[in-house]
């Protein structure tokens, strides 16, 4: 595996595979303009929009060995950034927890450890408001 990671060709991704991580991208960068002008006129119904999106996206992952669809699942985790400002605080608590539970600090990329830095971040400032 070792071996796999370093000698990885990012040119030899499968296609469906990059397909879904663009299409993920693509509505996120939808959604987040359609939340932030909600955000003005209903913020209850964006901050819903913005759980469920997180909801689906963070769904909870069977605990087996991992595989290379369960890799992509956790990329397209990252491409969540741009909705975590919208939802709801205790949303972004159990998604952060999730995150920790199915992935210790210690065992986890930098990007899954910038985004629950992050998920922190807008935790603790929800609170002091």
């Avoid at 796999?4 to 663009?22: S, T």
């Avoid at 996120?28 to 209903?42: C, F, K, W």
């Avoid at 890799?71 to 709801?88: G, K, N, Q, T």
């Avoid at 600090?105 to 609170?127: D, G, H, Y």
């Amino acid at each position: 595996m070792f071996e796999r990671w370093f000698y990885l060709d990012p040119n030899a991704i499968k296609p469906l595979h990059k397909e879904f991580l663009d299409e993920v991208k693509r509505l996120v960068a939808e959604l987040a303009p359609v939340l932030e002008r909600m955000e003005g006129s209903d913020p209850e119904a964006c901050r819903d929009h913005a759980a469920r999106a997180l909801g689906i996206m963070f769904a909870p992952k069977p605990s087996k060995q991992k595989t290379d669809a369960d890799r992509y699942l956790a990329i397209a985790e990252y491409e969540s950034v741009p909705l975590f400002s919208f939802a709801p605080r205790d949303d972004l608590t159990r998604v952060r927890d999730g995150l920790l539970k199915r992935t210790p600090r210690r065992f986890m990329f930098p990007k899954q450890l910038e985004m629950v830095k992050l998920l922190e971040k807008i935790i603790s400032e929800a609170v002091a408001e």
